[in-house]
C-alpha cells in the first residue's frame, strides 16, 4: 500500500513543480537574452514595414551581442509551424511584426510560455509572456500634410494606400488633417490600391498614374513593396514633364534617400524600431515584460525625414513651428484605425471645406 | 492627360503580361498540357529579363532573356510531362512555388537588400499621333512592345486557328491517337508547344517586370500567373478572345480607382471584386460553355487509347 501511495505522491509533485516554477518563471527576469527573432509577412527587401522592423532587430542584436534571426516571407495565413520551429531553436523572445499576427502570437504565447511581442494588439498584454507595440505615427503624418499642402502647385495632393490597416490609417488621417489645417482649398485624392495589396507594384504604379492625370504634384505613398510601382509612376511622369510639372513622392517608414527613388522623394515618415526592440529586451531581463510600448513624435520612434529636394526655410520653419504645437499639445490629430471611421472622417473634411 | 485616357493607356498596358501569359498557357492547353506553374515562369522570366536590362542596357535583350527562360522551363516541363508521364498538377504546383523561392534567392544574391529600379522607360514609337481626344493615347502613346505584344498574339490566334501546326496543336489536345495515327510524335508536339507557350509566358513575366512596372522584386507578379490560367480557359484557349478578355480585366480594374475618385463611396473589398465579377458576367454574357481540350492534364500512352 506505501509503494502506491509514494507513487501517488511522486505523481503529485511531478504535476505540481513544473506548474510552480511556470507560475515563478512568468513573472520573474530572464538573466540575459541571448537570442530573439522577428517574424516578417514579406520580403526583407521591400523597405518598408519589413525590411525595417528586421534592420532595427539587427542593429540591436550587433550593439548588445545577441543572436537575431529574421523569418522573412512568412506570409498572412497560420504562423504556427513557423514559431514551433522558433520556440525549438530556444529563442529568447520572439517579435511578430505584423498585425495580421495579432491573435496567433498572444495565443502561442499562452500555450507554450514563449515571450512574444505583437503589434496593434494592446488587449494581449500579459504579464511576463506578451507585449505590444504601437506605431502611433499620426503625428509625424500630420506634419507631412503640413508640407505637402505648403509645397503643393497644382493645389491637389493625393494619398496612395495598399490597403487600410491600423497604421495606414492613422497617417492617411494625420496627413489630410495637416493639409487641411494648413490649406483647407488643397484639394486630397484618397486611393485604396487593394485590400493587401502590400507588394501590387503593378497596380500601385496604374493607380499613381491616374491620381496625377487628375492633378496631384504629390502622392503621399504608404505601400510597403507597392511603393516601388507609385515611384516608377513618379519617375516616369518627370522623365517627360517640364521643371513646374515635377511631382514629388512622400514615403513611409523606411528611408530610401540613398536609393534610385531619392530624386523626387519630397520627405518621409520614418519608422524607427531600435527604443521599441530595446525597450522589450530591457523588460525581459528585468522581469517587467508585458508592456505596451508606443512609438510616437515624442520618443522619435516615429519622425520626419529631412526633405531631400529643396524646401525654402520659410516652409520648414511653419513645418517646425507645427512639430512644437504638437508636442506642447495645443495641435490635436485626430487617431483613427478603422477603415470605416477614416472614410467617415475624409467625408467629413471634405464636406467642411465644401 | 486627363484621368480616362490616363486609365484607357494604363489598362491596355497591364493587359500585355496577362494576354502573352495567357495565350502561352493556351498554346499548352490545346496541346493536352496543364501547367499551373505559370506564376513560376513569369517569375523567372521577369527576373532574367530585369538582370539582362541591368547588364547590356537594352529592353531587346532584356525580352529576349525572359523569352529563353520561360522557353527552357516549358522544354523541362514538357519533356517531364510526356516523356517521364510525370503528374502536370505536381509539376505546375512545383514550378508555381518554386519559381516564387528560386527567383526570389536569386534576385536577394544579386542585389541584396537594395531594390534597384531601371533608370529610363520604354519609348513610345508613335507618342506624336496621341493628340487624339480619349483613345489617342491608349492607340498611340504606348511603349514600342505593347505593339510587338499585340502582334505575337494575333500571330499566335491565326497559327493556332488557321495553320496546319494550330491543326495539329488542337488534335494532340482534343485526339492524340488521329495525330499519332498521322505519323506525327504526340510527345514531340507537345514539348514544343510547351517550348513556345511557356516562352510567351516568360516574356509576360518580361514585359511585367522591364516595360510596365521598371523593376523585379520578389513575388512581383502577385497573382497574374493564375489569372492567366483562368483566362486561358475561359478564353476558350482563343488567343484573340483572350487578349479581349485581358483588356476588359485590365479596364474593370482601373474603373475601380476612378470610382475612388469620384463622390461614390464603395468598399474597397466590393472594387477588388469587381474584375472578377465582371469577367464570370462576361462568360455568362457569351453564352458558351468553357470547353477544354479531351486530353488536358493526361499523359498520353501510345499502347493505351485511354489517352
Redesign the interface.
Same mark, same amino acid.
Given at each position: 500500500m506505501w509503494i502506491g501511495t509514494t507513487i501517488r505522491l511522486a505523481m503529485l509533485l511531478g504535476l505540481l513543480l513544473p506548474a510552480t516554477w511556470w507560475s515563478a518563471a512568468a513573472g520573474s527576469a530572464q538573466e540575459s537574452v541571448d537570442s530573439v527573432a522577428i517574424v516578417i509577412p514579406?520580403?526583407?527587401?521591400?523597405?518598408g514595414w519589413d525590411?525595417q522592423g528586421a534592420?532595427s532587430l539587427e542593429a540591436v542584436g550587433e550593439a548588445r551581442g545577441i543572436d537575431i534571426e529574421v523569418v522573412e516571407?512568412a506570409g498572412y495565413e497560420d504562423i504556427t509551424p513557423i514559431l514551433l520551429d522558433l520556440a525549438a531553436d530556444g529563442v529568447d523572445l520572439i517579435i511578430c511584426h505584423a498585425s495580421g499576427y495579432q491573435t496567433v502570437c498572444p495565443e502561442f504565447a499562452q500555450r507554450e510560455g514563449v515571450p512574444m511581442v505583437v503589434t496593434e494588439n494592446p488587449d494581449a498584454v500579459v504579464e511576463g509572456l506578451v507585449s505590444d507595440y504601437e506605431t502611433q505615427a499620426h503625428q509625424v503624418a500630420y506634419l507631412a500634410g503640413v508640407l505637402a499642402a505648403l509645397e503643393t502647385r497644382t493645389g491637389t495632393v493625393a494619398v496612395v494606400v495598399s490597403g487600410?490597416p491600423p497604421t495606414w490609417n492613422y497617417m492617411t488621417a494625420g496627413f489630410v488633417q495637416g493639409v487641411h489645417d494648413t490649406d483647407p482649398e488643397v484639394e486630397v485624392?484618397?486611393?485604396?490600391i487593394?485590400?493587401a495589396?502590400y507588394?501590387?507594384?503593378?497596380?500601385a504604379?496604374?493607380?499613381t498614374?491616374?491620381?496625377?492625370?487628375?492633378g496631384a504634384d504629390i502622392v503621399f505613398g504608404m505601400g510597403d513593396?507597392a511603393s516601388?510601382?507609385m515611384?516608377?509612376a513618379i519617375?516616369?511622369h518627370n522623365?517627360d514633364a517640364g521643371a513646374d510639372e515635377q511631382v514629388r513622392f512622400i514615403d513611409v517608414i523606411g528611408d530610401k534617400s540613398d536609393?534610385?527613388?531619392a530624386d523626387l522623394l519630397l520627405t518621409s515618415v520614418l519608422f524607427d524600431y531600435t527604443g521599441a526592440w530595446n525597450q522589450f529586451i530591457d523588460d525581459l531581463e528585468a522581469g517587467s515584460f508585458g508592456t505596451v510600448y508606443t512609438m510616437d513624435l515624442e520618443n522619435e520612434g516615429v519622425r520626419l525625414l529631412e526633405p531631400q529636394i529643396e524646401v525654402d526655410d520659410a516652409t520648414m520653419a511653419k513645418v517646425e513651428e507645427a512639430r512644437q504645437a504638437l508636442l506642447v499639445g495645443d495641435i490635436d490629430v485626430p487617431e483613427i484605425a478603422d477603415?470605416d471611421e477614416l472614410?467617415a472622417f475624409l467625408?467629413s473634411l471634405e464636406e467642411g471645406a465644401e | 492627360?486627363?484621368?480616362l485616357?490616363?486609365?484607357l493607356m494604363?489598362a491596355v498596358l497591364?493587359a500585355v503580361?496577362l494576354m502573352l501569359a495567357a495565350t502561352g498557357e493556351a498554346i499548352g492547353q490545346r496541346s493536352g498540357l496543364l501547367n499551373l506553374g505559370v506564376e513560376g515562369v513569369m517569375l523567372a522570366g521577369g527576373l532574367a529579363a530585369f538582370v539582362a536590362v541591368d547588364l547590356s542596357s537594352s529592353f531587346v535583350v532584356g525580352l529576349g532573356a525572359g523569352a529563353c527562360a520561360g522557353a527552357s522551363i516549358g522544354l523541362g516541363f514538357g519533356v517531364l510531362a510526356t516523356r517521364f508521364a510525370a503528374s502536370q498538377i505536381v509539376l505546375g504546383l512545383g514550378l508555381a512555388l518554386g519559381g516564387a523561392g528560386l527567383t526570389?534567392f536569386l534576385? !536577394?544574391e544579386r542585389?541584396?537588400?537594395? #531594390?534597384?529600379?531601371l533608370?529610363?522607360?520604354m519609348e513610345r514609337p508613335f507618342d506624336g499621333a496621341a493628340d487624339i481626344p480619349v483613345v489617342g493615347l491608349m492607340l498611340f502613346g504606348q511603349k514600342w512592345f505593347v505593339y510587338i505584344a499585340v502582334c505575337l498574339v494575333v500571330l499566335a490566334g491565326y497559327l493556332v486557328r488557321r495553320s496546319r501546326a494550330g491543326l495539329v496543336l488542337r488534335a494532340a489536345g482534343d485526339s492524340p491517337f488521329a495525330v499519332e495515327a498521322a505519323g506525327i510524335d504526340v510527345s514531340t508536339v507537345r514539348i514544343l508547344a510547351a517550348m513556345s507557350g511557356q516562352a510567351l509566358a516568360g516574356l509576360g513575366g518580361a514585359a511585367?517586370a522591364i516595360v510596365?512596372?521598371?523593376?523585379f522584386?520578389?513575388?512581383?507578379t502577385?497573382g497574374?500567373g493564375f489569372i492567366a490560367i483562368a483566362l486561358a480557359m475561359i478564353g476558350r484557349q482563343d488567343p484573340w478572345l483572350i487578349a479581349i478578355l485581358a483588356l476588359v480585366f485590365g479596364l474593370l !480594374?482601373?474603373a475601380g480607382?476612378?470610382i #475612388?475618385?469620384t463622390d461614390l463611396?464603395i468598399q474597397?473589398?466590393l472594387?477588388?471584386v469587381m474584375p472578377y465579377a465582371g469577367m464570370l458576367l462576361l462568360v455568362v454574357a457569351l453564352g458558351r460553355r468553357v470547353r477544354l481540350p479531351a486530353t488536358l492534364g493526361l499523359a498520353y500512352h501510345r499502347e493505351s487509347r485511354g489517352a
Open positions: 514579406a520580403s526583407r527587401s521591400n523597405q525590411q534592420d516571407n487600410e485624392l484618397y486611393n485604396v487593394g485590400e495589396a507588394d501590387d507594384a503593378p497596380n504604379r496604374r493607380v498614374e491616374t491620381v496625377i492625370a487628375a513593396g516601388f510601382g515611384i516608377q519617375r516616369e522623365a536609393s534610385d527613388a477603415a472614410a467625408e | 492627360m486627363s484621368v485616357e490616363t486609365l494604363a497591364s503580361p526570389g534576385f !536577394r542585389y541584396g537588400l537594395t #531594390q534597384p529600379l533608370a529610363q522607360g511585367l510596365e512596372v521598371g523593376f522584386a520578389p513575388g512581383l502577385v497574374i !480594374r482601373g480607382t476612378a #475612388q475618385l463611396r474597397t473589398e472594387l477588388d
